[in-house]
């Protein structure tokens, strides 16, 4: 994978700097783009090989700005991974329809606007797409009205964009992070979240940020060349068991 470039966006932190790590690792160049721009260049000064680019994926200057920037900067690009996202969690009653568009415009019109403005330079190297969703777009659940339907509309998108873009030779697909084990989440999950979450994954615990990286920096490579319009979870098996009672295992 020598010299090739991926834009990665909401790289700042989490999954999206998990991720830039990975792929510098295996020799990529990275565009972290993110529109936390303190936090970004904080990140970007402590790595080598990469491009910081603050950008509001939403907004269809700057990600046209962002793609210019990219190719301009590394010649080429081989992957896109549509990563920045937001998340409102509140009663149907209480999301304010500013809210909802807040979700939507980030989570949903990101990766549209993303995916449509790269596709040129795309095209030129056959690259991949990976959008991340969450297993909240696989699974309805309480307070997630504007974050799960997001999410479940960027799992469409995807297979929209497969569909259409396969014969371009670029692939596109979708990982679904289920709970994983980020300073914000545990900051804000009480130890009886952290303790149901355990029960109701079969591997009995939170996923690590480096282990979502590895899942799309393999969805990004050659090894996954025949590899498209899928969508992954990478959840620890807790979309599989459902609805399911988890105390029925202690038995």
Known sequence: ??????I???AARGIGLALTDVLLESDWRVAMADIDGDELHDA?????????????????????RMIERTTAWAGRLDGLVNNAGVAHFGPLEQTSFE???????????????????????LKETCGAVVNIASISGLRAST??????????????LTKQHAAELGEFGIRVNCVCPGPVRTKLAMAVHSQAIIDAYHDAIPLNRYGTEREIAEVIAFLLSEKASYVTGQVLAADGGFESTGVGLPALRDD
């Not at 970007?44 to 046209?64: F, K, Q, T, Y």
């Not at 909802?100 to 330079?121: H, I, K, Y």
């Open 1 to 6: 994978m020598q010299g090739k470039c991926a």
């Open 8 to 10: 990665v966006t909401g």
């Open 44 to 64: 970007a000064a402590a790595r080598d090989g990469v491009l910081a680019i603050e950008a509001d994926v939403s907004d269809p200057d700057d990600v046209a």
């Open 99 to 121: 809210a909802w568009r807040e979700v939507m415009s980030t989570n949903l019109d990101g990766p549209f606007l993303c995916t449509q403005a790269a596709l040129p330079a």
């Open 143 to 156: 307070l997630r009205v504007a974050y799960g339907t997001s999410k479940a509309g960027v799992i469409h």
